[in-house]
């Protein structure tokens, strides 16, 4: 007998009696998430919001704050920086100081962004990069994460997707918050309004 | 890494030498506990998270049969191998095939503490693979050659200096350098340098879903993705309890792990892996090692409901005061107290007696576990399978008869108050357990029934 054959013999043979799932409904509020709040766990979480009007103004604060030359973005709205090649090398990615990405909303209650493989480019990129910047769309908040699969579901299928609420941050060594463990050493997320 | 012999009171004895330590570890973990109070008290709905949530995982475990199948056929359809490990050993023999098929001698680790339980670290080095652990907290005790003293805060037992140290000793910080910002600097170096040249990542895995075939990895460090999105080959291992049924469920679970771990509303990376990137491969092993047989303990099967949030830990009294290592086993705590005896009744039969039954643990776990009923209900059982000390046995049976007759009560109330006033030494000394670490108390003059007769029947 195989150790699946095995395994799944022990768990019909010990498992109890079926129990019914819970009734979620009621976690859904029904409302639309408050900017403000998300832009305030944000920051309290050590990422920075930032309410931008177009690309041009989004790319205007990154030529001022950023090195120019290491600056990668799959965003065909924004002219000027690098792109990702088809079939790039993840690795070449290593010395990317700033990269910029869509997200596809917000949550209000934690801060965190939903991307998708297909905002990354390549899927290391939002974790190697030095600084991470997020463009989102302020009709698109949601108040918490019930109301986050619930949109999830309604988006389009992916093969990796990730929450992403802040820098990259440890607190290992004496419980002291540092920020920029081994990912960004910062997140902005710049709040646009209006679909894009 | 340190075979030991000794029992929970024995290492809990050699933890509590230095009292300083023993304060600064339990205000430390105090503080844990306290942010997570204030991020719970924020949420309304909170004890209605925690109701669903263990609605939930009892679907899961009464439905785990089917789960299971669900998971393998629609991973296998995302394009991931999905692998069966009996126990520990079948286990790590499955990473060490597959790193021999690629012919990989280094792999880099994110946290996971099934390959702790299985002891994969000490299988490979054996095999002549080097694996490095990329998580801060854990690549620190790895340098130091320990084990991680708690789930969720590996290096929580260590100090700064001490740190400081192992990293001027391994990774050539200078001499002296003990700030926290300096030595998680270093470390970025050092294990972005690991994740950039290493060519397999193991992960653990916090959920998977049976409805999609996606497994689901939490951290804060981002060190899980680094690993996995740069190597060749991603291998996640997880227990078999881990699975959930649908997606929408992450929306209960997401919500309450990480305010219940270290009190943030998130963790900073929440990644959903469904498919493996272009040119990748990606492999599940799904491992069983004892957990069956949890699943066919009535009394003792809530505890597959965890989800590693750590806050029974931080919350427990003895814990707190004990350090993780004197529990010998990789999941420490409340409920490595109920989880280790079904791996190993004989070597763990300390554990169930290292709580107060106070009921913090049950209070806080966020999959409303009954953590301290599962630990009295473990004693019962080593008492009955005559794995119990006779000293203990006997203490235990001369308790019950003092509880149980009130006049023996009575006289067993006058002669310790009598004692505690006539003749604190009898008491005050190393034969005493209760001596050790703390003073007696001051004796009252009278019981409260004495008093009660004086004062209110009278009247």
């Known amino acids: 007998m195989s150790s699946r054959d095995k395994i799944l013999a022990a768990v019909a043979n010990n498992q109890p009696a079926k129990i019914e799932l819970p009734d979620l409904s009621a976690f859904k509020t029904g409302k639309a998430g408050s900017v403000e709040q998300f832009a305030q766990v944000l920051t309290n979480i050590g990422g920075k919001a930032i309410h931008v009007n177009s690309w041009e103004e989004i790319a205007a604060f990154i030529t001022e704050n950023y090195s120019t030359t290491r600056v990668v973005t799959p965003i065909a709205e924004l002219t000027g920086f690098k792109g990702i090649p088809a079939n790039s090398d993840p690795h070449e990615l290593y010395n990317v100081e700033l990269a910029v990405i869509k997200a596809h909303f917000g949550v209000a209650e934690n801060g965190a962004v939903w991307i998708t493989e297909d905002n990354m480019g390549l899927r290391v990129l939002p974790f190697i990069t030095q600084h991470l910047a997020v463009v989102i769309d302020g009709g698109e908040i949601v108040p918490t994460m019930a109301e986050a699969y619930d949109k999830i579901s309604r988006l389009s299928s992916y093969g990796f997707a990730s929450f992403i609420a802040g820098p990259s941050k440890t607190a290992d060594i004496e419980q002291s918050l540092v920020i920029g463990a081994h990912g960004p050493r910062s997140m902005t997320v710049f709040i646009m309004p209006g679909r894009f | ?279 990748q491969q990606m492999h599940i092993v799904l491992v069983d090692n004892g957990r069956t047989v949890q699943l066919g303990r009535e009394d003792f099967r809530n505890s597959l409901k965890c989800i590693r949030c750590g806050a029974c830990m931080n919350t427990c009294p003895v814990y707190r005061r004990s350090g993780g290592h004197s529990y010998h086993n990789a999941v420490a705590g409340p409920i490595g107290s109920i989880l280790a005896p079904n791996l190993d009744m004989e070597k763990y039969k300390d554990l169930p007696f290292a709580s107060t039954l106070c009921g913090s643990c049950t209070n806080v776990c966020p999959v409303k576990i009954d953590i301290h009923d599962q630990l009295y209900k473990w004693r019962q059982v080593l008492v009955k399978k005559g794995l119990v000390p006779t000293g203990k046995t006997i203490g235990m049976k001369v308790m019950g008869a003092t509880l149980s007759s009130p006049t023996i009560y009575r006289l067993a109330g006058k002669i310790g108050r009598w004692t505690l006033k006539h003749a604190p030494f009898a008491v005050n000394n190393n034969f005493n357990p209760w001596y050790k670490q703390r003073d007696m108390p001051e004796p009252p003059e009278q019981s409260f029934s004495e008093w009660y007769k004086e004062n209110r029947i009278k009247k």
Not at chain 2, 198 to 225: H, Q, Y
């Open chain 2, 1 to 279: 890494m340190e075979v030991t012999t000794k029992d929970h009171a024995e290492l809990a004895e050699n933890f509590n030498r230095d009292e300083d330590r023993v304060d600064w570890h339990d205000e430390t973990l105090w503080w844990v506990r306290q942010k997570r109070d204030k991020m719970v008290h924020q949420l309304p709905e909170w004890e209605e998270l925690r109701e669903a949530a263990s609605a939930i995982k009892n679907n899961v475990l009464g439905n785990l049969h089917n789960y299971l199948q669900q998971f393998e056929a629609n991973a296998r359809a995302n394009g991931i191998t999905v692998h069966w490990a009996a126990d520990a050993e079948e286990h790590n023999q499955i990473i060490h095939r597959l790193l021999n098929e690629h012919k990989v001698t280094r792999m880099v680790k994110s946290k996971s503490m099934l390959t702790e339980e299985c002891g994969l670290n000490e299988y490979l080095h054996e095999q002549g693979i080097e694996v490095i652990d990329s998580d801060l907290g854990e690549r620190i005790v790895q340098l130091a050659k320990e084990p991680p003293s708690h789930i969720v805060l590996p290096c929580i037992h260590k100090k700064k200096e001490e740190i400081g140290e192992l990293f001027h000793q391994y990774l050539g910080t200078p001499l002296d350098v003990s700030d926290p910002q300096v030595l998680t600097e270093a470390a970025r170096g050092h294990l972005r340098e690991i994740f950039i040249t290493r060519k397999a990542a193991l992960t653990g895995v916090n959920f998977a879903i049976a409805e999609t075939g996606e497994f689901v990895v939490c951290t804060n460090e981002g060190n899980a993705d680094m690993g996995a999105h740069l190597a060749d080959i991603h291998i996640a291992s997880m227990g078999i309890e881990k699975l959930i049924p649908e997606k929408k469920h992450l929306g209960i679970f997401l919500r309450l792990l990480t305010r219940s771990a270290t009190g943030q509303p998130i963790t900073t990376y929440s990644s959903h892996f469904k498919t493996p990137r272009k040119g």
